[in-house]
């Protein structure tokens, strides 16, 4: 007999495996559920439901509070992302900084220059106190750390204006004063010779080797920006180096307000207008410098025909950065920033002389000016520290300018001789633009032209008196001093501008009958009467007379002739040109 067994209800498979996983995809779920019986006593997960009443609605200050975490935490989202981007450009700078900063310290910069630095500013940045100079000069040979050269050097900036001040000296002025954004929207004349430039400046050197990179964008910005707001300079080769190193340690902006520092302040701007005056007062100074520390250097490069502008020129006008090294060269700006441009001579005065046995080895212009180029300007540490205490231990100010002035006096002596010599300024000479000194030559032979001229004229004038008088004039001695009193005044004038007081004598008209006799023949041929101009010093020389059928070498003017005794000196005299037909 079969035992009949229970069958049960076959509920789904699997169901409250899914309902435990939906339960497990929302954990964050905080309501309570429970299981509930179905029909058949048994369990199902499809009854698997929230319990009742476990469910509230919010109420308003729950629902308040829920915006206000919400508000909270995208609000500190904000800071964040805020604190990253200021995290992320100061890393920029930062790496920017270094990039900028990339040169080799040359000299002595120990552990403690920085806090020395730190103390000095602190003390007297906030004041209108001057700082001593003695103090500053030590603080300078002990070194300036790369990355507070900038906050330096706007030090000594300070320092200088607050020292004119008191002194009184006059402050050149731009004549109009822009903002440096405003400049940088107007367009400038310089801008292809600008834009020439900024590859070769500085082109191994990291900031400017990318083609309109940063550094070179701000290059362009800057000297843009100058060359608007200073028309008489513009832009000249050698600013843009200048310019460049002041860009490695300020922004744009600060870079710019040193340069207008240096160029006017120190009165750099001289050395880059069109007639580069303050150029040419350097390179003497140079010269005389070195004639008075080592006169058998300065022999030696005089001989070997070695002008100062072939190898001194681009070390004044770029402040030593295009052919020495970027550290040497911010050592030279630090003293320059302080004392002052004409600082800049004595250390091309102290390179020269330290390198005199190396120069002394060359002979020839292409040997020394390869020593110039890679033997002088390969400057050590050791160098750059000896240099610096010989600058500053030296006050050279009073030599540099006795110098000057000797050579605005030389310059001035020139030009007076130059307009001695045959210029004659036009009337409105208040006016009037003084010709330049190479122009020289060309003036001169147009004052020659224009007197030979002159002299044509008077002589064809007096060959006219001459025939007039040939029926009229008595020819015996004893008349001739009334003949001379009844000349019309046209050539009594003409006689005064040719004659001493002592050619005018009654032996200066001795030949007067050959003059009649030789007039007569002079209609009748056709012989040309020119005018010949010697340029020897000696007034005795003899004339030269052309051979033809009439014996022209008997006319005699007398008021052309000169005494053989006459002195060539005498500034009353025609000794200066030497005048006879021939």
């Known amino acids: 007999m079969k035992r009949n067994r229970p069958t049960l209800k076959q509920t789904p498979r699997g169901d409250w495996r899914h309902a435990i996983f939906k339960r497990v995809l929302s954990p964050t779920s905080t309501q309570p559920c429970s299981l509930k019986e179905n029909s058949n006593g048994g369990t199902a997960a499809s009854t698997f439901k929230l319990i009742p009443g476990s469910e509230h609605k919010k109420t308003r200050a729950e629902i308040r509070e829920l915006w206000r975490n919400a508000i909270l935490q995208q609000i500190l989202l904000n800071r964040m992302d805020k604190q990253n981007y200021i995290l992320k450009a100061k890393q920029e700078e930062v790496s920017g900084k270094r990039v900028k900063l990339s040169y ?10 920085s806090d020395t630095w730190d103390l000095v500013i602190n003390k007297y940045h ?15 040979l002990r070194g300036i750390p790369k990355h ?20 009184g000296t006059v402050r050149f002025k731009p004549k109009k ?3 440096y954004e405003h400049l940088l929207k107007q367009l400038t004349s310089h801008q292809h010779a600008i834009l020439i430039d900024l590859g070769r400046t500085f082109p191994s050197h990291p900031f400017y080797c990318d083609p309109l990179g940063t550094g070179q964008l701000a290059l362009f910005n800057l000297l843009k920006a100058y060359s608007i707001l200073d028309p008489d300079v513009g832009y000249c080769q050698g600013l843009s180096f200048v310019a460049g190193i002041l860009l490695m340690h300020f922004e744009e902006e600060e870079a710019f307000s040193a340069l207008k520092y240096i160029m006017f ?4 701007r001289e050395h880059y207008k069109p007639e580069m005056s303050g150029l040419q007062v350097k390179l003497y100074q140079l010269t005389r410098m070195i004639h008075d520390r080592d006169p058998e250097l300065h022999m030696h490069l005089d001989t070997q025909d070695i002008l100062p502008s072939l190898y001194a020129a681009p070390w004044f006008l770029t402040i030593f950065a295009a052919q020495f090294s970027v550290g040497f060269a911010v050592r030279v700006l630090d003293v320059v920033l302080l004392h002052g441009i004409d600082v800049i001579t004595r250390f091309a005065v102290e390179i020269i002389v330290d390198h005199k046995s190396d120069l002394k080895k060359c002979t020839g212009l292409e040997q020394v000016m390869e020593c110039f180029r890679h033997v002088v300007t390969k400057i050590k540490s050791d160098d750059v520290n000896r240099y610096l205490r010989q600058v500053l231990d030296t006050n050279s100010a009073k030599q540099l300018l006795t110098y000057a002035v000797e050579y605005t006096v030389m310059h001035d ?14 009337p409105s000479s208040a006016t009037a633009v003084k ?3 190479q122009n020289k030559p060309l003036s001169l032979a147009n004052n020659q032209c224009a007197e030979c001229l002159k002299l044509h004229v008077d002589i064809i004038t007096l060959l006219k008196y001459i025939k007039t008088m040939r029926g009229a004039c008595s020819v015996s001695k004893g008349s001739v001093g009334n003949k001379w009193s009844s000349h019309p005044p046209e050539i009594s004038a003409l006689a005064s501008k040719y004659l001493t007081e002592n050619d005018a004598t009654e032996d200066s008209y001795e030949n007067i009958g050959t003059i009649q006799s030789n007039v007569a023949a002079l209609e009748e041929s056709d012989v040309p009467v020119r005018l010949y101009c010697h340029d020897s010093q000696d007034s005795s020389i ?10 022209i070498a008997s006319i005699d003017i007398p008021v052309l002739q000169q005494d053989n005794n006459q002195n060539d000196g005498d500034a009353n005299s025609v000794a200066q040109n030497n005048y006879f037909f021939y």
């Not at 100079?133 to 300078?140: E, G, M």
């Not at 507070?148 to 002194?167: D, L, P, S, Y």
Request: proline letters at 5%; aromatic letters at 8%.
């Open 126 to 140: 906030n004041n209108d106190s001057n700082c001593d100079l003695q103090l500053l000069d030590s603080a300078i």
């Open 148 to 167: 507070k050269r900038g906050q330096v050097w706007q030090f000594f900036m300070q320092q200088r204006k607050h020292i004119h001040t008191a002194e």
């Open 265 to 268: 302040d120190l009165g750099a």
């Open 542 to 551: 003899s004339n030269k007379h052309s051979k033809s059928n009439v014996d």
């Open 413 to 426: 002596e020139s030009f007076l001789t130059f307009i001695s010599e045959g210029y004659s300024p036009p």
């Open 177 to 179: 004063e822009a903002p």
């Open 104 to 113: 080799d310290t040359l000299g002595v910069c120990d552990d403690e220059a």
């Open 435 to 437: 010709p330049k000194m």
